[in-house]
């Protein structure tokens, strides 16, 4: 492996990074913030090693190959995490595993936070929240190539490693421009949002921090009881629509500018993922009407924010679904376990992986059948290949194996089983708000540092779907590499 | 299709069945002459539909083909399971408690309904664990001597010396299979009666204990179960017979014959032991630290309801639901997991987890080289690709059926979350005794009506091995052809 081009890519997104940090630093600034010199620090420290990096780094073989990809992915959202947490814990707002905890909760859009009063944090520091699940929910590396330097051919590998689901698809052939083209639609996204919000009735500050966290599938809010602080259905309508569009794939999305509606019916992924929340919300919507004594509109109003929410991976609440009836629960928990589409910023398995693992039991059945059968799956009347559906289902073994062996190993620590459960099934799929002591209105403070490291684990995870982060454990990768 | 061989069969298959249930019939003439009818009638009703169905002669010409078999296979399990459940509902049992009795048994689920066993009968006891034997037999014929005419790669897992033979030559050695396998269930429960004598139970307590082991069941003829006799001897007795019971039967036969070292040399029966050990050292070291029991409290409480769950028996030796979280959620994962394949045992089954484990790390180092071709073996022998691709899509659909369980369960019997996964992943592997309101297995006396369907229908779906029965709701099973 070339380690000098991974140190280079490395050095400048850290130096990248310390740009990112100037905007709380200024916004510290102007506000007199008391985390002024948090900020500062951080940003000093950021660059240091970016030029430590750059030093030691070299550029002039710029040949990526997979395994680079990799490494620069992997390399890259942990180095990120860990600057990113400085802030936090400089300023004295919370502990080392903490601020590392909140910081990968933040870059991987997930929102879980261990923040116990948020409303008492200075507001740069909140805004710096919000702004790590939006640079984290384009993807960091997505962002570098967009912006940053032409790396040549090797792009790709980071660009795979890094973007989810099961296949690549890119809207246009080169991955500089796809990752441009991507970033427009996030940034028309992120701006339509906003000035909705605006419009709404939120304060400038309030609609740009809730715009970061919804675009990016994230959750974070600047109010203790999140949504639930403004209590407007029009509010919660803007996010509970631009949270399901967020869900959507941005490939799709940028078809639908070059050619028109129709690409959306033309999405089986898509369908399926439109219809999943109409079901749920329907199912949920009907459960908490008979249970919860909840009038039509706002059984309506709640169950299609929060199916909307946990579908999207957003984790907003704007009801405490903890105290809805077990069945509800059960629907938040297995959208979890789904979540959006594929090539958006959603976590979880993927609606595309669960179409596709669907139809592969059908086939199976079919297959039982008649014996001799060869079946062919296909999508969106494309044939899916071998390799990407033998794929698929040791995604869905691998993605339950270690969701089960993370719950373990945070039950070691004396949660509850529920607890446990869901804790894991909200982080690996950086959804955020769990059940019980992690649930809809409290944080994951209580949780030990032992838990809060298993539980970043199971979020970095989730976020570089599995096999980028776990590659890394095979001795393989680190045999050097023959050239045939 | 050829309808008349299908009825045949199942016609057999009760005529069979209708022997068994004559041991209870002959158990009233001796204890309790007033009680003849609950098993006369029933006894009665399966001759005439056994006649009617088999009609004299045999229409056997060739072999069955996959749709037969399948047909067979699940009507004839929902045949037992009806006429399997007249006695209970004889006695005074309501339908759905009588069948829920009845499915319970067949399926060696375990899980009860009937509330005070004291006040039961002694022959409805003894039916109760016959069910339970006669289910786990069933399931070994069939899933032995059936399958290979499902899709012969799946028996390849179970015995490697069908590897590439043709089905003439095949079908000898399935005869044969089929005497060794019984011989050894009912030698194997012979045994363990004998055991159980020894130790101290009457005959009936050690006739029932013993079918109830052997079959992976879990039923027991007592309230408080094994928690009755209170003695370490028959508790370690027991817990020595599960776990045997929870083993390949055909490897067993190949290391009587082929010497010991190959029961050590297989992969799943060695990850069975892995597993097992693993899971009972957690679970031992979380109730010593919680200061449950004393150390060697801890590991034999540890290793008796590791090895009571992962082999699908479901006994209980202690109040297993008031342990720590850990140790709940340990045994939780151990419900899906299950004993290995060529047993009685429900699960995933460790032949498959095996399978699943290799193929992850081999999908790892593909994605390093991508244009890797990788072998996935299994004791020595390469595991066909069609094979894989059905394991991964078991296990999509085994996940999926839970879920869809659990979440009705919850709606339907207004359970909490755990409770209802609990329940769901007991019935799906046929553990029986679950977690909170089902802690023991007379917990589930105390459900609704439509929680016990639901439980009913996933012990059904899990016995079948989901598939079995959603191959028949498929439309092109019953097109022509």
């Known amino acids: 492996m070339n380690l000098f081009i991974v140190l280079y890519l490395l050095g400048k997104l850290s130096l990248a990074c310390a740009g990112a940090i100037l905007v709380p630093l200024v916004m510290a600034f102007y506000m007199g913030d008391t985390c002024l010199e948090a900020f500062a620090i951080s940003a000093v420290l950021a660059m240091s090693i970016g030029y430590i990096f750059l030093h030691y780094g070299n550029s002039n073989d710029v040949h990526i190959t997979f395994r680079e990809g990799v490494a620069v992915v992997s390399g890259a959202w942990v180095l990120v995490s860990f600057l990113g947490a400085m802030p936090y814990y400089l300023s004295g707002t919370l502990d080392f595993i903490s601020a590392i905890f909140e910081s990968i909760s933040g870059f991987t859009t997930t929102g ?50 890094e973007v989810t689901g099961p296949t690549d698809d890119r809207v246009v052939p080169r991955i500089r421009e796809t990752s441009v083209a991507l970033c427009k ?155 959006a589409c594929a090539g958006s910023t959603a976590g979880g398995i993927k609606v595309s ?103 970043c684990i199971a979020m970095l995870l989730g976020r570089l779907e599995l096999f980028t982060l776990l590659v890394l454990i095979r001795p393989e990768f680190w045999r050097s590499t023959r050239n045939w | 299709m050829n309808k008349r061989l299908v009825m045949y069969l199942w016609g057999e298959i009760i005529f069979i069945f209708t022997g068994y ?24 009703i399966s001759v005439v539909i056994g006649a009617v169905l088999t009609r004299g002669k045999n229409p056997y010409k060739g072999r069955l083909s996959i749709r037969e078999g399948m047909l067979v296979i699940s009507g004839a399990f929902i045949f037992v399971c009806i006429i399997g459940m007249l006695p209970f509902w004889l006695t005074g049992f309501t339908f759905i408690d009588a069948l829920f009795e009845s499915v319970s048994g067949f399926t060696t689920t375990g899980a009860s309904v009937l509330g005070d066993l004291s006040l039961l009968p002694k022959e409805l006891l003894l039916w109760r664990s016959l069910t339970q034997w006669l289910g786990g037999l069933g399931i070994i014929m069939v ?9 012969r790669e799946a028996l390849q897992l179970f015995t490697g010396e069908l590897h590439g033979e043709s089905a003439e030559r095949l079908l000898p050695r399935i005869t044969e299979t089929i005497k060794l396998l019984f011989y050894f269930y009912s030698g194997f429960t012979f045994f363990i009666t004998i055991l159980l004598l020894l130790a101290g139970m009457n005959f009936f307590e050690a006739i029932n204990h013993a079918m109830s082991i052997v079959s992976t069941g879990g039923f027991s003829i007592y309230n408080d179960g094994l928690g009755h006799f209170n003695s370490t001897t028959i508790n370690l007795i027991v817990l020595v017979c599960m776990f045997v019971a929870g083993g390949n039967h055909v490897l067993y036969f190949k290391a009587y014959r082929e010497g010991i070292s190959h029961l050590f040399k297989d992969t799943e029966f060695r990850l069975y032991v892995a597993l097992t050990v693993i899971f009972a050292i957690f679970i031992a070291i979380n109730l010593f630290n919680n200061n449950f029991y004393s150390a060697g409290g801890s590991i034999f409480n540890a290793f008796f309801q590791t090895i009571s769950i992962v082999s699908t028996a479901g006994f209980a030796m202690a109040n297993y639901d008031a342990w720590p979280d ?91 979350m755990f409770s209802a996964a609990g329940i769901a992943a007991a019935c799906l592997a046929s553990v029986g005794a679950a977690f909170e309101t089902v802690a023991t ?31 028949l709701l498929h439309p092109d099973f019953w097109k022509t052809e």
Not at chain 1, 119 to 133: P, Q, Y
Not at chain 1, 375 to 395: A, E, L
Request: charged share 10%; with cysteine.
């Open chain 1, 112 to 161: 879980a936070t261990a923040i116990t009063n948020i409303e008492a944090v200075a507001k740069s520091m909140l805004f710096w929240r919000s702004l790590t699940h939006w640079m984290g929910g384009i993807g960091i590396v997505v962002l570098f190539i967009a912006f940053l330097p032409n790396i040549g051919t090797g792009a790709v590998h980071m660009f795979n490693a």
């Open chain 1, 185 to 339: 639609i996030y940034i028309f996204f992120t701006v339509v949002q906003a000035a909705l919000l605006f419009w709404a009735g939120m304060s400038f500050y309030d609609c740009i921090n809730h715009a970061f966290s919804t675009i990016a599938t994230g959750g974070f809010s600047t109010y203790d009881n999140s949504l639930m602080h403004f209590n407007s259905p029009l509010i919660e309508g803007i996010i509970g629509v631009f949270m399901i569009l967020a869900g959507g794939n941005f490939a799709l999305y940028f078809s639908v500018v070059q050619k028109g509606p129709r690409e959306f019916w033309h999405d089986t992924e898509f369908k399926v993922y439109i219809c999943l929340v109409v079901i749920a919300t329907a199912l949920v919507g009907l459960n908490i009407f008979y249970k919860m004594g909840f009038s039509g509109t706002e059984s309506l109003r709640h169950s299609f924010f929060q199916v909307a929410s946990i579908i999207s991976t957003t984790g907003f609440v704007s009801n405490d679904f903890d105290v809805w009836p077990a069945f509800s629960k059960y629907i938040l928990v297995l959208l979890m376990f789904i979540g």
């Open chain 1, 353 to 455: 992986r669960i179409v596709i693992l669907y139809k592969l039991t059908l086939a199976e059945i079919r297959h039982t059948i008649h014996p001799c059968m060869v079946t062919n799956i296909s999508m969106n009347g494309k044939h899916v290949p071998d390799t990407v559906i033998s794929g698929i289902g040791r995604f869905f073994f691998l993605y339950m194996m270690l969701f089960a062996g993370l719950t373990l190993l945070l039950a070691s620590t004396g949660l509850s089983v529920t607890d446990s459960i869901g804790a894991i099934a909200a982080t690996i799929s950086s959804v955020g708000p769990a059940l019980g002591v992690a649930g809809a209105t409290s944080t994951y403070a209580s949780i030990t540092p032992f838990g809060k490291t298993v539980i």
């Open chain 2, 21 to 44: 249930m004559l041991f209870p019939l002959l158990m009233t003439l001796f204890t309790n002459e007033n009680r003849i009818a609950e098993f006369g009638i029933p006894v009665l």
């Open chain 2, 143 to 151: 899933f032995i001597t059936m399958v290979p005419q499902i899709g």
């Open chain 2, 326 to 416: 850990f140790s709940k959620y340990c045994l939780f994962l151990l419900m899906f997991i299950g004993g290995c394949s060529g047993s009685t045992v429900g699960g995933i089954k460790m032949s498959r987890l095996v399978v699943l484990l290799k193929v992850t790390g081999a999908e790892l180092k593909r994605t390093i080289h991508p244009r890797m071709v990788s072998n996935i073996t299994m004791t020595e022998r390469a595991i066909p690709p069609r094979l894989i691709d059905g394991i991964t899509r078991f296990f999509f659909l085994y996940i999926a059926v839970f879920f869809f369980s659990a979440s009705l369960l919850s709606l339907v019997g207004d359970l909490s």
């Open chain 2, 441 to 471: 297995i007379a917990g589930y006396g105390e459900l609704t009506a439509g929680a016990k369907i639901v439980a009913m229908l996933t012990m059904f779906l899990g016995r079948l091995e989901i598939f079995t029965l959603l191959v």
